[in-house]
């Protein structure tokens, strides 16, 4: 970008927009929950299993039921209003904090006698709630930005609030646990998810768009798939993030890095898991004032790279400060990944198929972060935790290397204001 063209740049357009800001507080309180959320049962279940497996079964657990759900998620999205999605499934989401802090109080004799089993329960039912939230919250922020110039920004300053909870998130989690312990942490979840379902409730109601070819459920989501699987860009970077987040997945055993490796508590823990989200919100705000638009299929394809070989030095870290930087490099090359991708598929989706084409993608790349939980688990589980680590980052670079190759189009792609919807 030429310097008159950085000037001309406003990276504040969209925080203008009134609903796009409560969109974006709202995102946050959800995710800064969810976050804390996962910090504390990861610990909770290591602490009562002592098992790498039972944390890759967090994830599993988690991801079954939002895959189940997704397409047919999508679907609905496409076909009632968002915002009522939205509010329905924090509704749940609000549900199971609140049985997670019922299993500390009165209920604690619960886990006494089931062990992890219920907490697993309560992980299921709200896998099947971000199933149907996916497709909804991203289908929906289009909607409030009427510019479509604006998309880039809106998306950039989106990942920044995703990313800038998952910094504070995980390190509040740990700080709260290890100060005041379980109760008191997932109160603190509770009530932020109750804080995004009044910030939602704020926003006004918005129309679908229309439907230039209206179909019945089978047909309908025989065609959201049928565009993903026909458009090259759209799965090649699907793919991609699908293959780097399965295989790259450390993030699900870092209890046991805490725990076990590096001799620490959940404090450590915290900022651990907080480490990548610091890297990806650093990313995102410079993207913000400069955003990718030349060679940004080459730039992806070398992120990806970079974050694999981030997570094979992470695994052979025997330092907390040096585990913590490779963390926070691997979150930067993960933010201009994500960016890049979820920009080509708002701006190549038309409105009217966007909650189907976001299940596919909730499939490919959502849920895979909590199969690779399971992976990182399982490969744990046999060839031991650092060994699995190692592997899952060179097999991230392996596949970056066979997609570089194979994926011309991707690799030659370049990010224009000119790009349109295909039909």
């Known amino acids: 970008m030429n310097k008159k063209g950085a000037r001309s740049h406003d990276p504040y357009a969209v925080l203008r927009i009134a609903e796009f800001r409560l969109y974006v507080s709202a995102r946050l309180c959800i995710t800064l929950a969810m976050q804390i959320q996962a910090v504390i049962v990861g610990w909770q279940i290591y602490d009562i299993t002592r098992d790498a497996l039972s944390l890759g079964l967090i994830g599993l657990a988690e991801a079954i039921p939002s895959i189940i759900v997704s397409l047919y998620a999508g679907y609905l999205a496409d076909i009632m209003p968002r915002k009522k999605i939205i509010m329905a499934v924090i509704s749940v989401l609000m549900l199971c904090s609140a049985t997670l802090l019922f299993f500390t109080t009165d209920m604690s004799h619960v886990l006494a006698s089931y062990g ?3 907490i697993y329960g309560v992980i299921f039912l709200s896998g099947i709630a971000r199933g149907f939230m996916g ?8 909607q409030l930005v009427a510019n479509k110039q604006l998309y880039t920004n809106a998306i950039t300053w989106s990942s920044t609030t995703w990313q800038a909870a998952s910094v504070a998130g995980p390190a509040l989690g740990g700080l709260i646990y290890g100060f005041w312990g379980i109760t008191v942490s997932y109160a603190t979840d509770a009530v932020l998810v109750l804080l995004a379902l009044v910030l939602f409730s704020l926003i006004g109601a918005k129309p679908l768009p229309e439907n230039i070819n209206p179909q019945n459920m089978k047909e309908s989501l025989r065609s959201g798939i049928k565009f993903v699987f026909g458009n090259q860009i759209i799965l090649n970077a699907i793919s991609l993030d699908l293959f780097a987040v399965l295989f790259g997945g450390a993030v699900a055993l870092l209890p046991i890095f805490a725990y076990d490796i590096l001799n620490m508590g959940p404090q450590a823990l915290g900022f651990m898991r ?7 919100v650093s990313m995102a705000l410079i993207m913000a004032y400069y955003p990718i638009t030349v060679n940004a299929g080459k730039k992806m394809l070398l992120c990806v790279a970079g974050f694999g070989a981030c997570i094979v ?3 052979l870290s025997t330092n907390f400060w040096f585990s913590i930087v490779l963390l926070a490099v691997s979150g930067a090359f993960d933010s201009i990944s994500v960016i890049i991708r979820s920009t080509l598929i708002h701006t190549l989706t038309p ?5 189907r084409v976001s299940s596919v993608n909730n499939i490919f790349v959502g849920s895979s972060n909590e199969i690779g939980a399971f992976e990182s688990g399982f490969t744990a589980k046999l060839m031991g935790v650092v060994p699995a680590v190692v592997f899952g980052g060179v097999m991230t670079m392996v596949v970056v290397g066979i997609t570089a190759l194979k994926a011309d189009k991707l690799r030659k792609l370049n990010l224009t204001s000119d790009m349109e919807p295909a039909v």
Do not use: N, Q, R, T
């Open 351 to 355: 409105e009217y198929m966007k909650g």
């Open 274 to 280: 907080a480490a990548p989200a610091i890297g990806s």
């Open 135 to 142: 497709p909804a919250v991203f289908s929906f922020m289009p």
């Open 313 to 315: 030095l992470f695994g």
């Open 116 to 118: 992890a089993g219920p």
